[in-house]
């Protein structure tokens, strides 16, 4: 069964940071390249960043690009986000799902406010 | 980047009654392989999203047959022949084909009259 099982959200202050992980498991991770896309609370989906297979292909979102940083360990299972100078903005749940789109996890809730 | 609009907003069904959500592009969505890749989530109260459509028509595994996918270009519908209760939620389209960056809809809440 394939899960994709984040964490590492919580409450940080503007301008701080936080590295979310994504422990992914019953397929073969480093086959699939992956994404991350975040949700603020009552409003619509928006893609924040793509990471292929191999980590060779990077790409994000204006509104996060120059402060977060995706990356995976293949070895490990696992897709991280990077998050620096966080605003009040990117205060979401954060989810990460497979680049084809067919399955997704259950969300982390990052909260940015003093 | 292509701008993903749908309609309407919100959507009050009655039960066992059809429903449809259009979907439409700033532009074509056929990819240079000849592909059209429009995908349709649905988001439940409290839970993540989940693809129900991809490629414009297809179905994925599990979902029900009272839910189908079709347009090309840049207009798209996504229709329930029978509302029911569990099809209560939020509704998203999303392109594909000309990324970075994958773009959503702003979503259609469904809801029971």
């Known amino acids: 069964e394939v899960q994709l099982v984040e964490s590492g959200g919580g409450l940080v202050q503007p301008g701080g940071s936080l590295r979310l992980s994504c422990a992914a498991s019953?397929?073969?991770?480093?086959?699939?390249?992956m994404n991350w896309v975040r949700q603020a609370p009552g409003k619509g989906l928006e893609w924040v960043s793509y990471?292929?297979?191999?980590?060779?292909?990077?790409y994000y979102a204006d509104s996060v690009k120059g402060r977060f940083t995706i990356s995976r360990d293949n070895a490990k299972n696992s897709l991280y986000l990077q998050m620096n100078s966080l605003r009040a903005e990117d205060t979401a749940l954060y989810y990460c799902?497979?680049?084809?789109?067919?399955?997704w996890g259950q969300g982390t809730l990052v909260t940015v406010s003093s | 980047d292509v701008v993903m609009t749908q309609s309407p907003l919100s959507l009050p069904v009655t039960l066992g009654q059809p429903a449809s959500i259009s979907c439409r592009s700033s532009?074509?969505?056929?990819?240079?392989?000849?592909?059209?890749?429009l995908n349709w989530f649905q988001q439940r109260p409290g839970q993540s999203p989940r693809r129900l459509i991809y490629?414009?028509?297809n179905r994925d595994s599990g979902v029900p047959d009272r839910f189908s996918g079709s347009g090309s270009g840049t207009d798209f519908t996504l229709k329930i022949s029978r509302v029911e209760a569990e099809d209560v939620g939020v509704y998203y389209c999303?392109?594909?084909?000309?990324?970075?960056?994958?773009?959503f809809g702003p979503g259609t809440k469904v809801d029971i009259k």
């Open positions: 799902t497979r680049a084809t789109w067919d399955y």
């Open positions: 019953g397929f073969t991770f480093s086959s699939y390249s």
């Open positions: 990471i292929s297979s191999t980590s060779s292909t990077l």
């Open positions: 532009q074509s969505l056929v990819h240079s392989d000849g592909n059209t890749y």
């Open positions: 490629k414009v028509s």
């Open positions: 999303m392109q594909g084909t000309h990324w970075p960056p994958f773009t």
